[in-house]
């Protein structure tokens, strides 16, 4: 195997210039006292020859690993986060189980605590070092990585970045954890020598066993009325137009429920919105596509006679402690190749039923029409000032165009938007860990940068994920890095999921007869639209209903025309 031989003088070279090497372009870092050989290791490398991954300096872990977690939505490629010891691990936390639930790869790295309190180079120099130091620093994170381990030493270096990256790539894909203590990162090297291909790669994903789709396209084949229900099955990137296919061909509609990735063009005739709670009654078949959650079995869902087929890289949802979604068929495999193999096996399955498939598809057809007209009219009939979501999600819809990447954290609804294009819709996860929006926006726009489009990226978000965001930490960056977005902050100054929750238990409850229910309010609601305009964006009070589109116009044109970050901060019901 052909070797590389680099000029690095440290571990920390080492490891920086094997990062890049393997096709990591960026370490996006909140720094400490563990960073001293990294610091020193990027100010070297342009005397040295070196080629490192570009540093980000993200003041704030969340927003860090948010970035790195948009990056990858959008480029496929995963990038390296690195802060600052054990504290700066707890504040990336609630970012990673996000990723985790997402199965979105991150290089998650944290310095250590220096092991020794004296007499090497690196060792404990100040009075943190003691108070920093955990008895097991990778267990505050080892349920939500893939593979957690500690750097000993500088000749395991390309065996565990190999290592790392061959598991996060893995199907179900996911986040690892490295910590690297300060005096390993410190030692010196005479030089670096690695191979210039990875040792190993990820494995390739698991193939549908064709008995398993053959017996899937007969359940379908046999139903009158079978139905498509996927959550982020567009994460796959040929899904799109597998999918696509597929509901066309033999009329299968399609839900996207609690959509983190769109898969079918929302104006597609067999697209039947984003609930399965209107088609509950006809339903007697179900293929869910790497949907963790395909109903919510406390609400309206398929009758107990139903048969469901699960298929996607983890069909099961191994890593999910309690979940019990019926699957008579449970097919292990890349979303897009099942797909395939199954419009194969549904063209045998289906002979002699083209015209039951016709007349489902006109019926569906009709169903998609309604669905879309009682949408238009609720965005397009009379507001009222605070506005609702609808008008605003609307007036969003009419302002992007095709190509706009959106990105949502408790902000637009999909029901009234257009997304005719893979790519061009994001939705909050599984684990709900609030402040992803804003950060993945912005890692969404590096990428999109990076890949030489120019595309329009838009964060919308509920005022309560802004505040979790970090906003300051995160229009510093986008600042600094040039990385205009949008941010639309629906702002009704409470936490709305909450009093979602508490009316769902406790409809006639003490707390719905309050005037404002308790531990739900944001007010006084901050001015959001001066906080970017300390990073030198624009921010603009959008309160009247009918002054909102030319407010997105003003911001729009100040991302597009002016390359600032905007902000919009819109007063809703």
Known sequence: MTKTTLPAETVAEAYLALLRARGIDYLFANSGTDFPSIVEALARAPQAGLKLPEAMVVPHENAAMGMAHGYYMVSGRPQAVMVHVTVGTANGICALMNAARENVPIFFTAGRTPILESGRFGSRNGFIHWGQEMFDQGGMVRELVKWEYELRNGQQVEAVVDRALALA????RGPIYLS???ETLADSIDRFEFSAAPRFGPPAAAYPDPT???AAARLLAAAEFPIIVTTRAGRDPDVFAALTDLAERFALPVVEYR???NALPSDHPMHLGFDYGPWVDGVDAVLTLDSDVPWVPALPGPKPDVRVVQIGPDPLFGDYPVRSFPAEIAITSRVSVALTALGD????ATKGKRGAIEA???RVAKLHQELRARARKAAEGPQSSPMNATWVSHCIDQAKDDDTIVVNELGVLPPVMTFTKPGTYFGSGAAGGLGWGLPAALGAKLAVRDSGRDRTVI???GDGSYMFANPVACHQVGEAQRLPV????????RWHAVRRATSAMYPEGYAMRSNTAPLTSLEPSPAYEKVIEASNGYGERVADPAELPKALDRALDAVRGQGRQALLNVICE
Not at 169 to 172: D, L, S
Not at 345 to 348: F, I, K, M, S, Y
């Open 459 to 461: 964060a919308t978000v």
């Open 180 to 182: 690297l203590p300060r």
């Open 486 to 493: 949008l941010t639309v902050v629906f702002n009704n100054a």
């Open 345 to 348: 096996a549904l063209e045998t």
């Open 169 to 172: 790539m893995t199907e179900p």
């Open 360 to 362: 489902r598809y006109k």
């Open 212 to 214: 398993a789709i053959e």
């Open 259 to 261: 959509s983190r990735y």
